[in-house]
């Protein structure tokens, strides 16, 4: 147990050890340079992508700082900062470098290629970060960077009267959920446990399909829309789901492909791809911009976030074991 001594010099964050797992450090605490802020992170959310590097997955370098999503308030400010000042709400977005437009290449990200956010305080560039919404807390804010900005940019030009299928109960499906329905669209939903059909039929979806149950997905979806199907599907699953996502696509429709989740891999026939007039939209999380779009919509919508549980901050490893068992319906959440 590492005991925090000096909280005006020093501060506690979590490093990836040698064997993999993640170790509490005590370590200085950062001052900012110009154009930088310090921000005390209140709340750090996991993700899918979190558990593929902690559990070896994607290589990840002993001694980086884990997690992609942190929310807090600004600590201090460096010379020349304007765009935030002591005391502001912010939350980080997921591409430090890509402001907004087309991306031109993948960029730097936190978990992998930079520390990220399971530590008590950052020092950070102040075009990395935006206002939180307002009527957001801490632990609210800290899952949008990485699964609310990927289903905003999965969801992009969904509109009213549109259907969108959503797969399954993960942090970027069920944002999906409740963007699309913001936009005014239907949302049909799949799930693998019953139990988790109610809850999505209250966060709005019309229908809910089993997909462990049912492998034929694709046709119910047409069959209820009238044989049209989703204008626009988000795939979490990949190639154990492509297949699927095809049958149940519109004419002319769009395929957002997020995730590879599903690990019973039938793949792509490329003859009804075609047949099926669809664009396959692969998704890469989002802009600065594409995330103060979204909060703005979330804003306006009064949206909260799914939270399943929040761990304190000192019980990261049971968040992380908690999230390796895969029981839960939206996010997990640190508390800092
Ligand atoms: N491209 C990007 O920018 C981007 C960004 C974020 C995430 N991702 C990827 O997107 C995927 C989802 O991420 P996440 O953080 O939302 O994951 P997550 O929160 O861990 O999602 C877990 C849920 O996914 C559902 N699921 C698992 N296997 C499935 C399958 N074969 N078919 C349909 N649903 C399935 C399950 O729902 P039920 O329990 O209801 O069955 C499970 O509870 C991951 O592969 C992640 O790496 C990509």
Redesign the pocket.
């Known amino acids: 147990m590492v005991t925090n001594t000096n909280t005006e010099t020093q501060m506690r964050s979590f490093k990836m050890s040698d064997s993999g797992r993640i170790a509490l450090v005590e370590e200085s605490k950062p001052k900012p340079g110009v154009g930088q802020v310090l921000m005390r992170v209140r709340a750090s959310s996991l ?3 979190d558990l ?1 590097m902690l559990d070896g997955r994607y290589p990840v370098p002993t001694g980086r700082v884990p997690l992609s999503d942190g929310a807090g308030v600004i600590e201090e400010i460096g010379p020349g900062v304007t765009r935030f000042k002591v005391g502001d709400r912010v939350v980080n977005s997921f591409h430090p470098t890509w402001f907004g437009g087309p991306q031109r290449e993948p960029g730097l990200l936190y978990h992998t290629d930079l520390d990220g956010w399971l530590r008590e305080y950052v020092v950070i560039d102040q075009q990395g970060l935006v206002m939180m919404p307002e009527h957001l807390d801490f632990t609210e804010a800290a899952t949008l960077p ?2 609310a900005v ?1 289903a905003w940019s999965a969801v992009a030009g969904v509109g009213a009267g549109d259907t969108v299928l959503i ?7 069920l944002f999906a959920l409740q963007l699309a329905r913001a936009a005014g669209a239907r949302v049909i939903a ?4 019953e139990t ?1 059909a109610e809850r999505l039929i209250e966060l709005g979806a019309s229908d809910v399909l089993n ?1 462990a149950t049912m492998p034929d997905w694709g046709a119910q979806v047409r069959a209820l829309t009238n044989g049209r199907g989703a204008d626009v599907v988000v795939d ?3 190639a ?2 492509i297949a699927q996502s095809i049958a149940a696509v519109a004419y002319r429709g769009v395929i957002s492909l ?5 690990h019973d891999t039938t793949g792509m026939n490329l003859l009804d791809f075609s047949y099926s007039g669809a664009t396959l939209r692969t ?3 989002g802009s600065r911009s594409d995330l103060e779009d979204m909060n703005r919509v979330i804003e306006a919508h009064q949206l909260r976030p799914v939270i399943d549980r929040v761990f304190p901050f000192l019980e990261a490893p049971a968040a992380v074991s908690y ?1 390796e068992q ?1 029981a ?1 319906f939206g996010k997990v959440v640190i508390s800092h």
């Open positions: 993700n899918a992508r593929f990485c699964a990927t797969q399954g109960t993960g942090g970027v499906s799949t799930t693998s446990k988790k997909y979490v699953g990949g154990g789901t997020v995730g590879h989740l599903a998704i890469g999380g999230m895969g839960y």
